[in-house]
């Protein structure tokens, strides 16, 4: 059965002015992300990765060009519409994890569901990346892998449609960095989240529906794997 079109992005081009000299950072990308896959975007840095998926996400918007997420055009959105779009939509993970460190983990996941339309539990929420143990430890009390786990439940505790992951592995060694892959795919599985997780490591690919390369601002190829790899099966 086909799946629905999540996003679909045609002649996506980015340019930051920077003083008087202009940086192309997306040159004519053309893209459709599909309902509950897991997609990898990979690229070394500066290929435009982290631009479009801050495009994506309403972070940030095309010079020129269209993205339309679930038929709504997010390049004609205003302000008010694409806060909206990201409250509801979408969850980000980074490569930082930005808890706040005063509040425990579930207080930090608590501070997105308070503010959703139709959230889980966090107490739900950090129970499916593995943290229902830590509930109420802080973030100065958990490992780097373990904050990352926190920072992910705070991204799909809202329910997401999309979950957008700029390098989550990027501070973590390989051990660590496979438990929160795991996490990740865990909720790519059982919520049906379409994610899309940005990465320039290679190794990380083998665990995806679909790897989609990036080069000099444009998609230099893509491809489906027959099989995806258990996260608990890759080393780097």
């Known amino acids: ?129 593995g943290m229902g143990q830590r509930l109420d430890h802080f973030p100065a009390q958990l490992s780097g892998g373990e904050q990352q786990r926190v920072a992910i439940a705070r991204a799909i505790a809202k329910n997401p449609a999309v979950l957008l992951c700029d390098e989550p592995t990027g501070a973590l060694d390989s051990a660590t960095g496979v438990v929160v892959l795991e996490a990740l795919a865990r909720a790519n599985r059982e919520l049906g989240t379409t994610t899309v997780v940005i990465t320039h490591n290679v190794v990380i690919a083998q665990m995806a529906d679909r790897v989609i390369h990036m080069a000099d601002g444009r998609i230099s190829g893509s491809e489906r794997n027959d099989t995806r790899k258990p996260a608990a099966e890759l080393s780097w």
């Open 1 to 129: 059965m086909a799946k629905n079109v999540v996003f679909r992005a045609r002649g996506l081009r980015k340019v930051y002015h920077m003083g008087e000299v202009d940086v192309v950072a997306l040159r004519e990308v053309d893209l459709d992300l599909y309902e509950g896959e897991f997609v990898v975007l990979l690229g070394p840095s500066g290929s435009g990765k982290s631009t479009l998926l801050n495009i994506l996400g309403g972070l940030d918007s095309a010079t020129s060009g269209e993205v339309w997420y679930s038929g709504h055009n997010l390049a004609a959105a205003n302000e008010r519409e694409l806060t909206a779009f990201r409250r509801d939509h979408v969850g980000f993970v980074f490569q930082f994890y930005n808890l706040i460190p005063s509040l425990t983990a579930r207080e930090n996941v608590a501070a997105v569901t308070e503010i959703a339309t139709e959230p889980m539990r966090p107490e739900e929420a950090l129970e499916l990346v």
